[in-house]
C-alpha cells in the first residue's frame, strides 16, 4: 500500500479579483508533522488554512487530504468539483482553532464541545459528554464546563475552542494565529495546552504563527511566506539561525528588533 | 438595490400598466382608476407637507419648548402613534361634528393622514436632531449664538441629511394609508377600485392594476428620496473635505 | 355630547368585537413570524431565491395593506381559493407583516458573525443544522423589540378589517355608529382600547428590551 501525505497541495492558486493571494503554492505535510508558517501580514499564509479548512475556494489546482482531493472528487478518472456530502466526508478529517475563538456565544463551553459531535458524528449526548468532559480535562478547564464565553478569559476561550475542535476526532489540526488576540499574560497557557498536545497525539499540527520562540521549540518544520510564495522552508533551528533567504533574513531582523 | 436597479423596476412596472391599459378586458377600468390615482397623489402630496410641518414643529416643541408645549407634543405624538389611523380618521369624520367642528371628507383626510405620519416624522426628526455631535452644540455657544441661530444654521442642517431614508419609508406608509381614505367615501384609488369591482366583478383585472399603480407610485417616492440622500450626503461630504 | 350611561350599554358589544381584534392579531403575528422567517431563511440559505423574494417583500411593502386584503378577499376566488372574510384578513395581514418580519430576521442574521458560520464549517455541521442550532438563537434575541414594534403595528391595522366586514371592533363600532347616529362613544371607546393596548405594549417591550440587553452583557 502506498502511504500518502497527510496533506498535499498541489500547484494551488487563490486570487482576490486581480491580486494573486497564493501563486502556485506546492506543500507536503507528513502524518503527524508539526509545521509552523510564518511571514509577514498578507502573505497568504492564513489563506492556505482557510483553503484546507474549506473555507475558501481555490482558483487553481489540488489539495489532497490522505491522497484524497478535497474541493474535487474523482468521478470516471476525471477530477471534477466536489459535492457537499464529498467535501463534508475530507473535512471531517481536520479541526480548526481560530484567532478570535468563534465558541458559540449561547452555550456553555461544554455544550460548545457536544454539539458537533453529537449533530454531526452521532452520538450519543452521554458518550458526546464524557469525550467532552475528558477533552475539557485535558486543556485544563474541566472547572469551567458550564460557564458561557463571555464569562471566560480570552486564554480560557481559546483553549474551551481546542478542547472543541478535537471533540470531532481530527486527524489534522489548523491553530491560525490562535494567540494573536490574546492579552501577553494569556498567551502561556495556550501555547502550554498546545505542547501537551504535540506530546500526547500523533496529530498533524499546521500553524499559523508570530510567536517565533514557540515555533522554533515545537514545529518540525518552518515555512516562511511571503508574497505568496514559500520563500524559504527546514528544520527550525537551521532557519532561525542561518536563514538562506534575504526576505527571511529581512523578517526575521524585524521580528527580533519588535522583541 | 441601487437607484439604477429601483428605476429599471419602476420602468418595468410602467410599462406593464401602460400594456394592460391597452388589453380589452382592462380598457374601460382606465378612466376611473386614473382618477383615483389623481386623488390619492393630491391627497398625498397635502398630506406629506402637513407631516413634514406637524413633524418639525413636535419635535422641537418635544425637545426645547417650555413644559405645556413639551406636553401637548407629547400627547400629540402618544395619541397618533398609540391609535390606528383608521380610527383617528373615523374620529375626525364622524366624532368631531358632535363637538361642532365640521369638515370635508378630503380635509378630515389630510388632516388625519398628516398628522397620523407626522406623529411617527416627530420621532425621527427628534432622533436626527439628538444625533448630531454634543461637540457641535457646544461651538455654537462658544462662538455666542442664539439657540435658535444654532438651530436652524448648525444643528437642522446636519440633522437632514439622517432623516431623509427615515422620511422615505415614512412617505411610503402615507401612500399607504391614504388608501384608508376610501372608508371616509373619498373617491381615491382604492375607493374606486372598490366601486368598480361592485358593479363589474372584474376583480382580478382591477386589484391587479391597482396594485401596480401603487407600486409605481411608492417606487417613484423611494427613487425621489435616494435622490435627495446622494445630494445631501454629497453636500455634507463637500462640506467635510472643504 | 357624552353619554356615559351609552357608552356603558356598548361596552359589552365592544368587548366581544376585540376578542376577534386579538384573534387577529395573535393568528396573524404567527403567520408573520413563521413566514417571516422561512423568507429570510431562505434568502441566506438557496441563493436562487435570494431575487424572487427581496421582490416579492417590496412588492407586499410598496403597497397598500386595505388592496391586500381585498385582493385575497376577492381575487382569491378566480384562483380556486375561496376564503370566508376573517381568515383572508388574517392572512392578509399576517403575509404583509411576514414582509416586514422576514427584513427584521434578515438583519439578525447579518448581525450575527462570520466567524460562527466558519466555526460550524470547521466542525462539519452541515448548513441547516448551522442555521438552526448555532445561527438563530444568535439572531433572535436581538431583534425581537424590533419584532415587538411590529406587533403592535399589526395591531393597529387590524381595524382594516372591517372593510370587508369582520365583526373586529371598528366595524363593531361602525355598526353602533349607523344604527344609534352616535358615533363619539364607540370610535372614542376603540381609540382609548387601541391607546391603552399600544401605550401598555410599548413599556412591554422596554421591558423586554432591558432585559435582553442585561442578559446579552453577562
Known amino acids: ?259 | 438595490m441601487g437607484i439604477r436597479g429601483l428605476a429599471g423596476v419602476l420602468f418595468l412596472t410602467v410599462a406593464v400598466i401602460w400594456y394592460l391599459s391597452g388589453l380589452e378586458g382592462y380598457k374601460i377600468f382606465v378612466p376611473g382608476l386614473a382618477q383615483g390615482a389623481a386623488m390619492t397623489l393630491q391627497i398625498t402630496a397635502a398630506a406629506a407637507v402637513l407631516a413634514v410641518i406637524a413633524a418639525i414643529t413636535a419635535a422641537l416643541s418635544k425637545l426645547y419648548g417650555p413644559a405645556p408645549l413639551r406636553w401637548l407634543a407629547i400627547t400629540y405624538i402618544e395619541v397618533f402613534r398609540g391609535t390606528s389611523a383608521l380610527v383617528q380618521l373615523f374620529w375626525l369624520y364622524f366624532v368631531l361634528p358632535v363637538f361642532g367642528i365640521t369638515m370635508e371628507a378630503y380635509e378630515a383626510a389630510v388632516l388625519g393622514i398628516g398628522l397620523n405620519i407626522g406623529a411617527y416624522g416627530a420621532e425621527v426628526v427628534r432622533g436626527a436632531i439628538i444625533s448630531v455631535p454634543r461637540g457641535q452644540w457646544e461651538a455654537t455657544i462658544a462662538l455666542n449664538m442664539t439657540r435658535a441661530q444654532a438651530l436652524r444654521r448648525i444643528i437642522l442642517p446636519q440633522a437632514f441629511a439622517a432623516m431623509i431614508p427615515p422620511w422615505g419609508n415614512l412617505f411610503i406608509e402615507l401612500l399607504k394609508t391614504t388608501a384608508l381614505v376610501s372608508m371616509i367615501t373619498l373617491g381615491d384609488l382604492a375607493f374606486r377600485a372598490q366601486q368598480m369591482n361592485q358593479t363589474t366583478m372584474k376583480t382580478v383585472q382591477i386589484f391587479t392594476l391597482v396594485l401596480l399603480i401603487y407600486l409605481a407610485m411608492s417606487l417613484a417616492i423611494t427613487i425621489g428620496m435616494r435622490v435627495l440622500e446622494h445630494r445631501a450626503a454629497r453636500g455634507i461630504l463637500r462640506a467635510r473635505a472643504a | 355630547m357624552w353619554d356615559w350611561a351609552f357608552a356603558l350599554e356598548i361596552l359589552p358589544t365592544l368587548a366581544k368585537a376585540a376578542v376577534v381584534t386579538v384573534q387577529v392579531t395573535v393568528l396573524g403575528f404567527l403567520i408573520a413570524l413563521v413566514v417571516g422567517l422561512m423568507l429570510a431563511a431562505c434568502r441566506v440559505m438557496l441563493p436562487g431565491t435570494r431575487f424572487p423574494i427581496s421582490l416579492l417583500v417590496e412588492l407586499i411593502r410598496s403597497t397598500p395593506l386595505l388592496i391586500q386584503i381585498f385582493f385575497l378577499y376577492f381575487v382569491g376566488p378566480s384562483f380556486g381559493l375561496t376564503l370566508d372574510a376573517l381568515t383572508a384578513g388574517i392572512l392578509a395581514v399576517g403575509l404583509h407583516y411576514a414582509a416586514y418580519c422576514s427584513e427584521v430576521y434578515r438583519a439578525g442574521f447579518e448581525s450575527v458573525p462570520r466567524g460562527q458560520w466558519e466555526a460550524s464549517v470547521a466542525l462539519n455541521l452541515g448548513r441547516w443544522t448551522t442555521l438552526r442550532d448555532i445561527i438563530i438563537p444568535q439572531a433572535i434575541p436581538p431583534v425581537v423589540p424590533a419584532l415587538g414594534n411590529y406587533l403592535v403595528a399589526l395591531f393597529k391595522e387590524t381595524p382594516l378589517l372591517s372593510a370587508i366586514a369582520v365583526m373586529e371592533l371598528m366595524q363593531s363600532a361602525k355598526i353602533i355608529g349607523s344604527q344609534t347616529f352616535r358615533y363619539n362613544e364607540p370610535i372614542t371607546l376603540v381609540g382609548l382600547f387601541f391607546l391603552v393596548m399600544s401605550l401598555a405594549s410599548a413599556w412591554a417591550i422596554r421591558r423586554v428590551e432591558t432585559g435582553i440587553n442585561r442578559r446579552y452583557k453577562r
Open chain 1, 1 to 259: 500500500m502506498i502511504e500518502f501525505p497527510m496533506v498535499s497541495f498541489e500547484n494551488v492558486t487563490k486570487r482576490y479579483g486581480a491580486l494573486t493571494v497564493l501563486d502556485n503554492l506546492n506543500l507536503t505535510i507528513a502524518r503527524g508533522e508539526k509545521v509552523a508558517i510564518i511571514g509577514p501580514s498578507g502573505s497568504g499564509k492564513t489563506t492556505v488554512l482557510r483553503m484546507l479548512m474549506t473555507l475558501e475556494t481555490i482558483d487553481g489546482g489540488v489539495i489532497r487530504v490522505e491522497g484524497e482531493p478535497l474541493t474535487h472528487m474523482e468521478r470516471n478518472g476525471q477530477l471534477v468539483p466536489a459535492d457537499q456530502a464529498h467535501t463534508r466526508k475530507v473535512r471531517a478529517k481536520i479541526g480548526m482553532v481560530f484567532q478570535s475563538f468563534n465558541l458559540f456565544p449561547h452555550m456553555t463551553a461544554l455544550q460548545n464541545c457536544m454539539e458537533a459531535p453529537v449533530k454531526v458524528l452521532g452520538l450519543s449526548r452521554d458518550e458526546a459528554e464524557a469525550r467532552s468532559t475528558e477533552l475539557l480535562e485535558m486543556v485544563g478547564m474541566s472547572n469551567r464546563r458550564d460557564y458561557y464565553p463571555s464569562q471566560l478569559s480570552g486564554g480560557q476561550q481559546q483553549r474551551v475552542a481546542i478542547a472543541r475542535a478535537l471533540a470531532m476526532r481530527p486527524k489534522v489540526m489548523l491553530f491560525d494565529e490562535v494567540t494573536s488576540a490574546l492579552d501577553p499574560e494569556l498567551v502561556g497557557e495556550v501555547l502550554q495546552v498546545i505542547r501537551k498536545l504535540g506530546a500526547e497525539h500523533d496529530l498533524t499540527m499546521l500553524m499559523v504563527t508570530h510567536q517565533m520562540g514557540f515555533a522554533k521549540e515545537f514545529a518540525d518544520r518552518v515555512c516562511f511566506f511571503h508574497s505568496g510564495q514559500i520563500c524559504e522552508e527546514g528544520e527550525p533551528t537551521a532557519f532561525f539561525q542561518n536563514p538562506q533567504n534575504e526576505r527571511s533574513r529581512q523578517f526575521l531582523r524585524a521580528v527580533l528588533e519588535a522583541g
